[in-house]
């Protein structure tokens, strides 16, 4: 058996209002939006980060689920292992090409640990996905991350069941360069409807101890009637909450779902993740009194207008350098050589004075002693000295510069991201701050991840 021992969540700073994405949009629904510096990757590494410092376990295997990949050829699990400091000797896979593949994810962690394997196993979800300009309205886009340590050892909540039901039919992929979409009748009898027939003959013996059914599926209200037959109470059924709050976020939405449920306090969950198959798994929770993921929701800022919001998604021309992505100095071997103290804020503190360094000193220059540990910096501290200037190529330019003492120690400089309204990220001299990490150049042809600091 298996245990979620930790869990960690990244949903973006801004929403926009599908009122100001089409004048026909539902009233009171938002949806969650990456600002220009963030990616799948920036929202794994932050969901992970949040993850990992709720447990004490090391993972020695990572599992990366995505249907909206930013790199090809090159795997984004062992890319965040990376990022978080984590062993190359880890067992390193990514699950792409399907909106159930964070789903998939855990069920293939389940059985790893199962099979004794591995003992603690790093499940990472992450999409961005942006729908076409004008056509708002017919998908429910949204993008968030969240990342859960599976393990052997005894958590709050056990994954008692985990099963994968496969099925051809697709209602869309993409083939030779084309987008294909099946007959909608089709896909939902032959694909959906077939699925959740085989699965309640499987499981009709379990839902009268069911406390919640997750039924993740653009077909949901469908399988309503095939559940109730079977015996399921109207009252069953998990509310999905999230999409009108921060819009459907692909393969992380059903995860999100069961966090939610495992936050709720609900002892015990049934989710069902259909697209093109479906993922089955029943979940035992003991009581939780976490409530972060439910806090980050209400946390947010508003896209005030249609056109800051293609700016973010990068359409159209920006100011009036009329830039497009192009080639800045940047370098992998530069970037890999400062990861060390640049992302995973690791510093030399000298024995004598307690005085910290990220840049490499061969002698303390307040003690002149050569005597140096190594240290954990914190995330976080207060502005000592900030500028503001115009010439690095931004989509909401000036670019805030900010000199941050870290609390406990330490002196980084890094720019200021979420800027978009001034009003209400602008920062001061004595500000509190927290560090997150983002694109560096935001249109750069290189990926060139880097600390950046946002208003705590």
Do not use: W
């Given at each position: 058996m298996s245990f979620i021992h930790a869990y960690g969540t990244c949903i973006p700073a801004f929403r926009i209002e599908d009122r100001m994405?089409?004048?026909?949009?539902?009233?009171?629904?938002?949806?969650?939006?990456?600002?220009?510096?963030?990616?799948?990757?920036?929202?794994?590494?932050?969901?992970?980060?949040?993850?990992?410092?709720?447990?004490?376990?090391?993972?020695e295997a990572i599992l990366f689920a995505n249907s909206s990949p930013v790199f090809f050829n090159r795997y984004h699990a062992s890319f965040l292992?990376?990022?978080?400091?984590?062993?190359?000797t880890l067992y390193s896979l990514d699950l792409v090409n399907s909106l159930k593949s964070g789903t998939d994810a855990i069920i293939l962690a389940n059985s790893l640990i199962n099979a004794g394997q591995f003992k603690n196993i790093?499940?990472?979800?992450?999409?961005?996905?942006?729908?076409?300009?004008?056509?708002?309205?017919?998908?429910?886009?949204?993008?968030?991350?969240?990342?859960?340590?599976?393990?052997?050892?005894?958590?709050?909540?056990?994954?008692?069941?985990?099963?994968?039901?496969?099925?051809?039919?697709?209602?869309?992929?993409?083939?030779?360069n084309q987008h294909l979409k099946m007959d909608a009748r089709y896909g939902r009898d032959a694909g959906f409807k077939n699925c959740m027939f085989d699965l309640v003959k499987q499981h009709a013996k379990d839902f009268p101890g069911t406390d919640k059914i997750i039924l993740n599926s653009p077909y949901a209200k469908l399988a309503g009637p095939v559940f109730m037959k079977a015996g399921c109470g109207e009252n069953q059924f998990s509310r999905d909450s999230l999409t009108s709050m921060i819009g459907n976020t692909g393969c992380v939405h059903a995860v999100l779902q069961i966090i939610s449920e495992i936050e709720n306090g609900t002892k015990n969950i049934m989710a069902v993740d259909y697209a093109n198959g479906t993922n089955f798994?029943?979940?035992?929770?003991?009581?939780?009194?976490?409530k972060s993921w439910t806090e980050k929701l209400n946390q947010f800022n508003l896209i005030q207008s249609y056109q800051d919001y293609l700016t973010l998604r990068k359409e159209g021309n920006f100011n009036s350098r009329q830039y497009k992505t192009r080639e800045?100095?940047?370098?992998?071997?530069?970037?890999?050589?400062?990861?060390?103290?640049?992302i995973r804020l690791k510093a030399q503190k000298c024995v004598s004075c307690g005085t910290?360094?990220?840049?490499?000193?061969?002698?303390?220059?307040?003690?002149?002693?050569?005597?140096?540990?190594?240290?954990?910096?914190?995330?976080?501290?207060?502005?000592?000295?900030?500028?503001?200037?115009?010439?690095?190529?931004?989509?909401?330019?000036?670019?805030?510069?900010?000199?941050?003492?870290?609390?406990?120690?330490?002196?980084?400089?890094?720019q200021q991201t979420d800027t978009m309204y001034p009003d209400q990220n602008d920062v001061e001299i004595g500000s509190s701050v927290k560090l997150v990490l983002r694109k560096m150049v935001e249109h750069d042809e290189k990926p060139n991840y880097f600390l950046k600091a946002i208003k705590a």
């Open positions: 994405l089409n004048p026909k949009g539902k009233k009171n629904a938002a949806r969650a939006v990456c600002y220009t510096d963030e990616d799948v990757i920036t929202l794994a590494y932050e969901a992970s980060k949040e993850c990992l410092v709720n447990s004490k376990n090391q993972p292992g990376d990022l978080l400091g984590l062993p190359s790093l499940v990472i979800c992450s999409d961005v996905h942006y729908t076409g300009i004008g056509n708002e309205l017919y998908t429910n886009h949204g993008h968030g991350a969240c990342a859960l340590l599976l393990s052997n050892q005894n958590g709050n909540s056990e994954i008692v069941n985990a099963i994968s039901y496969g099925s051809h039919p697709a209602e869309e992929y993409d083939y030779k798994l029943q979940i035992s929770t003991k009581q939780n009194d976490s800045m100095f940047s370098s992998e071997m530069m970037n890999d050589r400062e990861q060390e103290a640049y910290a360094y990220l840049i490499k000193t061969l002698r303390c220059k307040k003690c002149h002693s050569e005597n140096f540990e190594t240290v954990q910096l914190a995330n976080h501290g207060q502005v000592y000295s900030c500028t503001k200037e115009h010439y690095f190529p931004v989509s909401f330019p000036p670019v805030s510069m900010l000199v941050i003492d870290l609390e406990g120690g330490g002196r980084i400089t890094v």
